[in-house]
T-cell receptor
Framework: GAVVSQHPSWVICKSGTSVKIECRSL??????MFWYRQFPKQSLMLMAT?????????EQGVEKDKFLINHASLTLSTLTVTSAHPEDSSFYIC??????????????FGPGTRLLVL | QQQVKQSPQSLIVQKGGISIINCAYE??????FPWYQQFPGKGPALLIA?????SEKKEGRFTISFNKSAKQFSLHIMDSQPGDSATYFC??????????????FGTGTRLTIIP
């Protein structure tokens, strides 16, 4: 149990366009979802935390108008990178925690989405 | 006080040997300590986790040792195999009543198992 999927796994877009990344919990109810960004050979940087039905809480330095997060249901969260620029190119990973998982405190991660902005 | 320091940055171990990765934390409010394994281009996968009321937890070839007084914990991989070659992250968190318990990650250790 505790499977998290992300779609797409790869996305290439032109500068100025918006990109939406989906994160789904496949076999449990994700009461809390997290979005991370990871640069090559670096650790995970938390961008925001969202509880189902509530507005996301963004980490300091993360532009909430740039990275729109929606957690509309217990199985789906979306991250929209608005007006993407080359500096937004990165590996974006979601994680989820919730009921029906082996550990209520563990975060279970998706496979990640690699975004390349040209 | 929110940092988790991880060492070494990289580690090369011979097949069959023991891989040891260490982490230290400062925030005594942390009460949950997971380890994650990440392969290139993939998301991290939960390996094993421990709470501070136990000093050791073992799952297969993976063991966490926890020293509460020293505020340190370590991951031991016994009989290391080439398939264990990956980046390992330690993490820590403290319980939150508001459902937004966040993980503080270490900087990662790139483990390479050589034949």
């Amino acid at each position: 149990g505790a499977v998290v999927s992300q779609h797409p796994s790869w996305v290439i877009c032109k500068s100025g366009t918006s990109v939406k990344i989906e994160c789904r919990s496949l076999d449990f109810q994700a009461t809390t979802m997290f979005w991370y960004r990871q640069f090559p050979k670096q650790s995970l940087m938390l961008m925001a935390t969202s509880n189902e039905g509530s507005k996301a809480t963004y980490e300091q330095g993360v532009e909430k108008d740039k990275f729109l997060i929606n957690h509309a249901s217990l199985t789906l969260s979306t991250l929209t990178v608005t007006s993407a620029h080359p500096e937004d190119s990165s590996f974006y990973i979601c994680s989820a925690r919730g009921r029906g998982t082996p550990s209520l405190r563990a975060q279970y991660f998706g496979p990640g989405t690699r975004l390349l902005v040209l | 006080q929110q940092q988790v320091k991880q060492s070494p940055q990289s580690l090369i171990v011979q097949k069959g040997g023991i891989s040891i990765i260490n982490c230290a934390y400062e925030n005594t409010a942390f009460d949950y300590f997971p380890w994650y394994q990440q392969f290139p281009g993939k998301g991290p996968a939960l390996l094993i986790a421990i709470r501070p009321d136990v000093s050791e937890k073992k799952e297969g070839r993976f063991t966490i040792s926890f020293n509460k007084s020293a505020k340190q914990f370590s991951l031991h991989i016994m009989d290391s195999q080439p398939g264990d070659s990956a980046t390992y992250f330690c993490a820590a968190s403290r319980r939150s009543n508001f459902g937004n318990e966040k993980l503080t990650f270490g900087t990662g250790t790139r483990l390479t198992i050589i034949p």
